[in-house]
């Protein structure tokens, strides 16, 4: 088995609002190897993004241990954090629109970080740096500067993964890049993600609700629900074997482009239970069409019903093809 | 040897490097395009810009000093001679608002920046630093905000006497709260924005994160208050002046211009007229100027 490179140990990321403490991330136990890619899905309020950006130091973590390179970094102080990991694991964020400062062009925006993290480089090494970068993603040269207002979603996008990119991470937090895009401009940053991938060795954990760019691009894949890891398999397992019945709505909601395929749709019925101080029982109970008692009474605990595969479903059995 | 390229070719040629050549359009300049087509805007630029252009040669403008009396002709109402009449000293009226736009302009810069230092930059720190810091500094403005702001004046003034730091000092604390209120709304709109927090995961520093992303796009919304803050300024001034505690006589402040008509508005209204006019345009003048660049700068809003 190859290497781990990041190893979460029940991650815990509670926000205290005036109506109680909210699960955003709810023990969350999840080892990445290097050079793989986990896919991490769920419907949108499900804690996908607070998980991400809870790796990234963004928000504190209220408990749980995060190893990576066999550091704990979720307990060091966040000085020593910047410091020592800052580069190393970087983030790609999902609306490319608003995550850009609107008054820096092009090569500002991709200059930052790189000058922010190397303070000993002089300004034409950070300028040729920048073009390299912009280069690698694709930005023809004739858009240095240009500001990002006037530039369509897929090239904002991909100054965003300059931006990432250009500190060498070993990890990237891919949260939703391709959510805010046109269809045929998402296929194209997929490749272009994929190919960096293959070239520098990059580990992702790629965030969406698209189902089908996570089969497209990840090797694992995690689903979310209220907070909770509910199953975890490689990729091309869940679309054979799902379990969880959760698992088996989001992937009914995949569109079979097929005009004869007959497609069952399994629509969830009922309301998102509320993430604020959840009961003890299995969240996704009121939901579920197969629902016992016993769901409404016990917390379902993850178990692995065969190899590389876990679920948190009292009947997970039942589901096995 | 023949020409490899015809005229016309080097053309398309040309216009093609043109079209190649990057895009020169920054915010600024987008705010520009937009604010040009603004025309109440352009009048209050154009009126505030003639406004500064007297006050700095006000004494190339003015045809008399601004204190010099003239028994001879004294309450004349306005004639080609005096242009705005004479007051009960003879003085040329004409020649004091011309004089007083440069007290009450810069006096009102004044303020303004006074209060954009101290206000303004204890909102920007309420708005970045949040939680009990921004409550501490919010709830000492709403202390400032329920002082009247002729009580705090006439006590600042009753303990230090008349004079111009007296002055600033009084508006400054009065509009101190309200600047630091705006500041921290503007601040607070830009924290919230994805590019701050994408900043922050590639390590910038929180000086940095405040003077080169927030500040520079809360600015807009920054520039807009501090315009509609110099009439603001300019109408307290003015008021403080007219009720004897602003500045003292014979400064020719518009408001004390003023105040040395209103025992004979009865029977020389221009005394009161004019001052009165010229207040009235300033501030005016300002509001659609700050209007236009609110607009220009947040076509949103509209």
Known sequence: MAENLLEIKNLKKYFSTPRGSLHAVDNVSLNIEKGKTVGVVGESGCGKSTLGKTLMRLHEPTSGEIIFKGEDIANMPIKEFKKKYRADIQMIFQDPYASLDPRMNVLQLIEEPIKTNNKSMSRQEVSAKAREMMELVGLAKRLEGVYPHELDGGRRQRIGIARALSLNPEFIVCDEPVSALDVSIQAQILNLLQDLQQERGLTYMFITHDMSVVKHISDDIVVMYLGQMIEKCPADEIFKNTIHPYSQALLSAIPIPDVHAKHERMVLKGELTSPIDPKPCCRFAARCPYATEQCYAQEPQLRELKSNHVVACHYAEKFVK | ?302
């Open chain 2, 1 to 302: 040897m023949a020409k490899l390229y015809t005229p016309e070719m080097e053309k398309i040629a040309k216009k093609k490097a043109k079209r190649n050549k990057p895009v020169k359009s920054t915010p600024a300049f987008e705010a520009w395009k937009r604010f040009r087509r603004n025309k109440t805007a352009i009048v209050g630029l154009i009126v505030v810009g003639i406004l500064i252009l007297v006050a700095i040669f006000a004494n190339f403008i003015a045809p008399y000093d601004y204190q010099s009396q003239d028994y001879l002709a004294m309450m004349q109402p306005p004639s080609s001679a005096h242009l705005f009449g004479t007051d009960q000293f003879g003085r040329d009226i004409f020649s004091r608002c011309v004089y007083g736009a440069r007290y009450s302009l810069f006096i009102a810069l004044f303020c303004t920046i006074a209060a954009l230092l101290s206000g303004g930059l204890l909102g920007i720190i309420a708005g970045y630093c949040g939680g009990v810091v921004d409550t501490v500094i919010m709830r000492i403005m709403d202390v400032f905000q329920s002082i009247p702001m002729i009580m705090m004046a006439m006590c600042i003034v009753s303990v230090l006497g008349n004079g111009i730091p007296q002055l600033v000092a009084a508006v400054m604390f009065a509009s101190m709260p309200t600047m630091a209120r705006n500041n921290r709304a503007a601040i607070l709109r830009v924290r919230g924005c994805d590019y701050i927090e994408s900043s922050e995961a590639i390590g910038v520093g929180q000086m940095k994160m405040i003077f080169k992303h927030m500040i520079p796009n809360a600015a807009g919304v920054m520039i807009i208050y501090f315009v509609g803050f110099l009439a603001v300024s300019i109408m307290m001034m003015s008021a403080m002046s007219y009720i004897g505690v602003g500045l003292a006589a014979p400064t020719p402040e518009w408001g004390l211009i003023l105040n040395d008509g209103k025992a004979y508005l009865t029977s020389s209204p221009y005394m009161m007229f004019f001052p009165a006019l010229m207040i009235m345009v300033t501030c005016f003048a300002f509001n659609l100027l700050g209007d236009g660049l609110r607009d220009a700068f947040d076509p949103k809003s509209k």
